[in-house]
T-cell receptor, first 117, second 111 residues
Framework: GAVVSQHPSRVICKSGTSVKIECRSL??????MFWYRQFPKQSLMLMAT?????????EQGVEKDKFLINHASLTLSTLTVTSAHPEDSSFYIC?????????????FGPGTRLTVT | LAKTTQPISMDSYEGQEVNITCSHN???????ITWYQQFPSQGPRFIIQ???TKVTNEVASLFIPADRKSSTLSLPRVSLSDTAVYYC????????????FGQGTTLQVKP
């Protein structure tokens, strides 16, 4: 159980265009979803935290107008990279949590590889 | 959020037990200790979580001393497929608690 999916798994876009990445909790309702970015050979960097029906909370240094997060339902959160540039090329990973258990585990998606040309 | 410190890399051989120690001197009362495993181009995978003493599951054991300022992940009899990056995280015990990833430990298992 507790499966998180992401779509697409990889995407190539041209500089200046926008790209939307979906994160879905397949078999549970996610109270909170998180978005991370990971550059090659580096650790995951938390970008933002989102709760269903409310605005996302962005980490310091992350531009909220560039990385639009929408958490419209308890099973879906989307990250839109607006006006993408080559420096936005990265591995984007989402995770989700839910209540009702004694552990506080984040379930991670498989990641989305974004390449901006 | 408590900062964690782990060795950058470790080498081991198949069949050996591997222990990875993580320091978290500023751990707070409400913080849990969680370990994740990540393979290249994949999302992290939960390994084990604990608050104090010892926790064991089917893949690993987690040892936490009384002062909770460090923890040790123990992987019994590793195989080549255990080659991965292992992250130690410390975070508040809530479903909205965010996790801050440190550098992780790259474990290389050799035949």
């Amino acid at each position: 159980g507790a499966v998180v999916s992401q779509h697409p798994s990889r995407v190539i876009c041209k500089s200046g265009t926008s790209v939307k990445i979906e994160c879905r909790s397949l078999d549970f309702q996610a109270t909170t979803m998180f978005w991370y970015r990971q550059f090659p050979k580096q650790s995951l960097m938390l970008m933002a935290t989102s709760n269903e029906g409310s605005k996302a909370t962005y980490e310091q240094g992350v531009e909220k107008d560039k990385f639009l997060i929408n958490h419209a339902s308890l099973t879906l959160s989307t990250l839109t990279v607006t006006s993408a540039h080559p420096e936005d090329s990265s591995f984007y990973i989402c995770s989700a949590t839910y209540g009702g258990t004694s552990s506080y585990e984040q379930y991670f998606g498989p990641g989305t590889r974004l390449t901006v040309t | 959020l408590a900062k964690t410190t782990q060795p950058i890399s470790m080498d081991s051989y198949e069949g050996q037990e591997v222990n990875i120690t993580c320091s978290h001197n500023n751990i707070a009362t409400n913080d849990y200790i969680t370990w994740y495993q990540q393979f290249p181009s994949q999302g992290p995978r939960f390994i084990i979580q604990g608050y104090k003493t010892k926790v064991t599951n089917e893949v690993a054991s987690l040892f936490i001393p009384a002062d909770r300022k460090s923890s040790t992940l123990s992987l019994p009899r590793v195989s080549l497929s255990d080659t991965a990056v292992y992250y130690c995280l410390v975070g508040e015990a809530s479903n909205t608690g965010k996790l801050i990833f440190g550098q992780g430990t790259t474990l290389q298992v050799k035949p």
